[in-house]
């Protein structure tokens, strides 16, 4: 998760056919007069300004601006970063440090990019300036109609974020609660595990439902999982009761973690 302060603009989502044959500079030129058309628009409605914090977080894909209390979430996808030190940028699809959740969407720009011949838009890491990465931020949103772009601030890496939708802060908070920051693997959905599976001994490997990594839940589902002497006290008690809960004394890992397990377990047989 990332906090500082503000900047956010955006504009109007795309019309296709404004797209035919134009050339790129062309192109690029109206996405950004669109863009700044529009940005006073975004400030006023959404009051961003008025906010005194600002979160990002590559595992919920949500950016959240704050006062205390009081918030406003986003859902957003990362177009890329813009290297002061080395004037270079370099599209989130192409950056392999950069979660799938929050670059898949920038595939788009990369696919519209082959079909009309953009070699800036389709080439990874390339030499730059930071008036031209906010055309490709603007470019991005344009294609993918977003609703608006924010660059957090920092001091040498600057890293430009397009904002899908707005969503209600209850589900914000639901989407916020199925996550966990792991010492060893950062962000991750949570998962939960019985006592005897921490470690790496091979204990047997029992799970709620069949799973595979990065595979998408139910709104109500988690990855549980638990050893085999807990399967055989649950099997005796007949249910997941007080007894058989108390026996495996389920605890909170990551999802990465989980099939760090699974694998011990599986892996080999």
């Not at 961003?48 to 950016?63: K, V």
């Not at 813009?82 to 959740?101: G, H």
């Not at 969407?105 to 953009?118: A, M, N, S």
Request: net charge negative; glycine share 6%.
């Amino acid at each position: 998760m990332y906090t500082n302060t503000k900047e956010f603009c955006t504009f109007d989502p795309l019309q296709k056919l404004f797209y035919n044959m134009e050339n790129y500079e062309v192109f690029a030129t109206k996405c950004v007069e669109e863009l700044k058309t529009r940005q006073s628009e975004v400030f006023e409605k959404y009051k961003i300004n008025d906010y005194e914090r600002w979160d990002y977080d590559q595992a919920t894909g949500l950016l959240t601006f704050s006062t205390g209390d009081d918030e406003i979430n986003f859902r957003y996808f990362e177009v890329g970063t813009f290297s002061k030190a080395q004037q270079t940028w370099m599209w989130s699809w192409y950056n392999e440090t950069t979660l799938d959740k929050v670059k898949n969407e920038c595939e788009k720009v990369k696919i519209f990019g082959l079909e009309r011949g953009y070699e800036k838009l389709t080439d990874g890491y390339f030499d730059s300036d930071e008036i031209e990465a906010w055309e490709f931020a603007a470019i991005a949103t344009k294609i993918t109609g977003g609703i608006g772009v924010y660059r957090p601030i920092s001091d040498n890496i600057l890293i430009f974020l397009v904002v899908n939708e707005v969503i209600d802060n209850e589900l914000a908070q639901q989407i916020k609660d199925k996550y966990i920051s792991c010492d060893s693997h950062g962000p991750g959905r949570c998962a939960f595990v019985c006592q005897h599976l921490l470690g790496n001994k091979k204990v047997g490997f029992e799970e709620a439902f069949e799973t595979y990594e990065n595979m998408e839940l139910e709104e109500d589902d988690d990855f549980q999982a638990w050893c085999n002497e807990c399967e055989t006290i649950r099997l005796q008690e007949g249910e997941w009761n007080e007894t058989s809960m108390k026996f495996a004394d389920i605890k909170l890992v990551c999802e990465q973690c989980y099939f760090n397990y699974k694998e011990i377990n599986l892996g080999h047989q």
